[in-house]
């Protein structure tokens, strides 16, 4: 291929001194810290939450299956890339990847804390962290800042420091402190992504989500049940009616589903919207809405790949996820080579390169072309 593959999803590890070293002095006592929890391994343990995060999924890259372990795995014996810039171009080119975009690990599961203040002073911290680790590389390192979204004012301030520390989109909470997104509260949120051209991302596991039944295997298959609830608020709310140039990236969620979701969304709105959706008027299909302005990640999902006709594959990235259990690294070019099979060149080059570029203003003159 004559393009670079950038991977619209990875992760970092945070530092065990990324909360304590840049969180503001008043709640410096109660950062996220990492200790050591002996036969459990490493631990970040996260004041208000009931249970510490074990760090063994979260750098299992490249492990086989039967190796992959919640606990026992200390900190020195994961990825240096997830916390070392410089360590981070070798992996990426051990994997074939230009450049990624980069969200956090501990940061997800800090969007489910109840307390705002609390993940306030936690994400102002991390998205200090972020922008100094990005910066070292910042052609091939691009970051995702994060906000609390204590209120859409406050809302609005985040996206212009996040901007301000040369990070490339903004990671929404699943669920905010007031209304929710449909509310047109949330309209100043909307205009300043615009006019920051700064992609808002929704990614799995950043709601407070309902009781899964059956075995725990189970909760697997149901996380990406968030993501969709969101992406049907935003177009049943109106939110697209409202802004037609807002963009929102839908993350790690898959995308073999869209296409059904697609239609579900069209049988729901055509055949039901008399007596489920009273008072909501939209001038276009919902599924229209989703094709223009929603963009979603996966990796190991040979299914979108599959039925990329089926969606508007201008809006489909591709994603590494490095360095959790659920990667592709380090054998992307490997499956990629077999998945993409039945796409044209044009699709191919979109889903791995372009449609990434053009989302989140990558200049490509410089990045690397996979060997």
């Known amino acids: 291929m004559a393009y670079p593959i950038i991977s619209a999803d990875s992760h970092i590890t945070e530092h065990p001194n990324t909360y304590v070293d840049n969180i503001d002095a008043a709640w410096k006592d109660k950062a996220p810290k990492m200790i050591d929890g002996g ?111 204590r209120t859409p004012a406050e809302g609005v301030e985040d996206l212009h420091a996040i901007k301000a520390l040369g990070l490339r989109g903004v990671m929404m909470p699943g669920d905010p402190a007031e209304e929710d997104y449909d509310s047109e509260i949330y309209n100043p949120v909307w205009e300043a992504a615009i006019e920051l051209d700064m992609p808002l991302s929704f990614h799995i596991l950043t709601s407070r989500g309902s009781h899964t039944r059956g075995p725990r295997i189970n909760s697997f298959l149901a996380i990406i049940r968030g993501n969709q609830d969101i992406m049907g608020t935003l177009i049943f709310g109106g939110v697209f009616e409202r802004y037609p140039e807002l963009n929102i990236v839908c993350v790690e969620a898959d995308a073999g589903w869209v296409p059904h979701y697609l239609y579900r969304m069209d049988h729901a709105y055509t055949r039901h919207r008399n007596w489920l959706a009273k008072g909501i008027e939209l001038s276009r299909l919902p599924s229209e809405y989703f094709k223009d302005h929603i963009y979603t990640t996966f990796q190991d999902d040979w299914v979108a790949f599959k039925t990329v006709n089926e969606m508007d594959w201008r809006r489909l990235l591709w994603a590494n996820d490095f360095p959790h259990s659920d990667s592709t690294w380090p054998r992307s070019q490997e499956i990629l080579a077999e998945q993409t099979k039945t796409l044209t060149a044009e699709q191919k080059r979109g889903i791995l390169c372009d449609n990434v570029a053009g989302l989140y203003n990558i200049d490509l003159t410089n990045l690397k072309v996979a060997a």
């Open 39 to 149: 036969e459990k391994g490493d631990l970040f343990v996260i004041d208000g939450m009931d249970r510490p995060i074990a760090m063994g999924l979260l750098a299992a890259a490249g492990k086989p299956p039967e190796e992959l372990t919640v606990a026992g795995v200390k900190f020195d014996d994961m990825h240096r890339g997830g916390w070392d810039p410089d360590a981070r171009l070798a992996d990426q080119d051990r994997d074939g990847v230009a450049a990624e975009i980069i969200y956090p690990t501990v940061g997800l599961l800090l969007c489910n804390h109840k307390n705002f203040d609390y993940k306030k002073a936690c994400f102002d911290a991390y998205n200090r962290w972020i922008a100094e680790y990005c910066g070292r590389h910042p052609e091939r390192l691009l970051g995702c800042g994060q906000t609390a979204m």
